[in-house]
C-alpha cells in the first residue's frame, strides 16, 4: 500500500493546474468533504454536500449501487461544478452524482485518487494520511 504523507498530499494540492473558473465546489459525502475544505483554501468557492454512498468505512460496497441519502439541498442550475471525491474507483458515484447535477452548466471531477479531470494521484492502492 502506498503511503503519503500529509504534507505530500497538500503540496499535490498547491500545486494541480486548474485552469477553469467554478461558481461551487461539490463534495460527495463524507469522502469528498476533506478535499472539498482544502480546495476552498484555494479557489475560494462556496462547499455545498451532496451526500451519496456506497461503501462503508473498510470501503467494501454497502449497497448494490450508489444512494443519495438526503435530498439536494442547493441551488447547481445553470453553475459550473467542481465535484469533488476521495477516490473514484469504480466511478459510479461520479455517474450518479453527475445525472444528479445535471443541469449545471459544467461538471468536472476532481479525486485525490483515481480517474478524474483533476486527480492529485491514480494508484491501485493508496491510503490516505488523514484516515485515523
Do not use: H
Not at 476533506?34 to 449497497?63: F, S, T
Not at 461544478?81 to 445525472?99: H, N, P, Q, W, Y
Not at 478524474?116 to 485515523?132: G, K, M, S, V
Amino acid at each position: 500500500m502506498n503511503t503519503k504523507t500529509f504534507e505530500e498530499v497538500l503540496e499535490r494540492f498547491r500545486t494541480i493546474e486548474i485552469n477553469e473558473e467554478f461558481d461551487l465546489i461539490v463534495a460527495i459525502a463524507n469522502g469528498g468533504i476533506l478535499p472539498a475544505a482544502i480546495l476552498n483554501q484555494r479557489l475560494g468557492k462556496k462547499v455545498c454536500l451532496l451526500r451519496i454512498n456506497l461503501r462503508d468505512e473498510q470501503q467494501r460496497p454497502k449497497y448494490d449501487k450508489p444512494q443519495l441519502l438526503e435530498a439536494i439541498d442547493f441551488d447547481f442550475k445553470g453553475k459550473r461544478i467542481l465535484l469533488v471525491d476521495d477516490r473514484i474507483k469504480t466511478g459510479s458515484t461520479i455517474v450518479l452524482a453527475k445525472e444528479l447535477l445535471k443541469e449545471a452548466a459544467v461538471i468536472k471531477t476532481f479525486a485525490v485518487n483515481g480517474t478524474a479531470d483533476y486527480a492529485l494521484y491514480d494508484e491501485t492502492c493508496f491510503r490516505f494520511p488523514w484516515i485515523l
